[in-house]
């Protein structure tokens, strides 16, 4: 695998390492187990942490990478195989933060929403 890609594929374990290990963060298997409600929660509009395009994008990577079709086949060593892992870790660390914010919201969290403001009531 190309270096810049080694280091890109480090960068996105240690931010999934690192989000899974702050202080009071939801372990990964809490944060596996909010998945299915993450995604139903987006999809109804329920929760707008993640939004729909984000989603969506995270569908196209499901696709990709169970797709027979790759921009680099797999039978070229290692570059074949760099191009699907890129994929995975980016979704895995685009899920991995987004539960997290899911599960802060789902316990009541104030201004776990991105882009959301929150005020302090006057007084």
Do not use: K
């Amino acid at each position: 695998m190309h270096r810049n890609r080694r280091m890109a594929a480090a960068g996105q374990a240690w931010r999934i390492y690192d989000e899974t290990r702050r202080p009071g963060a939801p372990g990964l298997g809490e944060r596996v187990r909010a998945v299915p409600g993450l995604l139903r929660d987006t999809a109804r509009g329920d929760y707008r942490g993640l939004g729909h395009r984000r989603l969506a994008l995270l569908l196209i990577a499901l696709v990709y990478v169970l797709s027979p079709v790759d921009v680099l086949p797999e039978f070229l060593p290692l570059i074949g195989v760099a191009d699907d892992l890129g994929v995975v870790m980016w979704a895995v660390a685009t899920l991995v933060a987004a539960t997290g914010d899911y599960i802060d919201w789902r316990r009541g969290r104030p201004g776990t929403i991105a882009g959301e403001v929150v005020t302090e009531p006057a007084g």
